[in-house]
């Protein structure tokens, strides 16, 4: 009924940029926090950023003042400024949503597909 669709992963060197966009859609009544967590091989998912709807960011303490978060709450957008990257920034990095669905009264946690994100030394 949701469906998270990301973009904007790929290949950089150290101390280079990208920027990650997610897109929501489907049976969306209001969407609460959204977010990006990441996943390297053998390591557990981490937070990356949060942003709830009201603006208020929240980032893990390894891309503090390097990343950026922003969303377009009347396109049901996020997106990730990543600024300085390192070679353990890569990862899968995966968009998430809490959506309260249409015809419901409680919220539901969405996940992306993933898109890699990888930084060469």
């Known amino acids: 009924q949701v469906q998270l669709v990301e973009s904007g992963g790929g290949l950089v060197q150290s101390g280079g940029s990208l920027r990650l966009s997610c897109a929501a859609s489907g049976s969306i009544f209001s969407i609460n926090a959204m977010g990006w967590s990441r996943q390297a091989p053998g390591n557990q998912r981490e937070l990356v950023a949060d942003?709830?709807?009201?603006?208020?960011?929240k980032y893990g303490d390894s891309v503090k003042g390097r990343f950026a978060i922003s969303r377009d709450n009347a396109k049901n957008t996020v997106s990730l400024q990543m600024n300085s990257l390192k070679p353990e920034d890569t990862s899968v990095y995966y968009c998430y949503a809490r959506v309260r669905v249409v015809g419901r009264s409680y919220e539901e946690l969405y996940w992306g597909q993933g898109t890699q994100v990888t930084v060469s030394s």
């Open positions: 942003i709830t709807s009201g603006g208020r960011t």
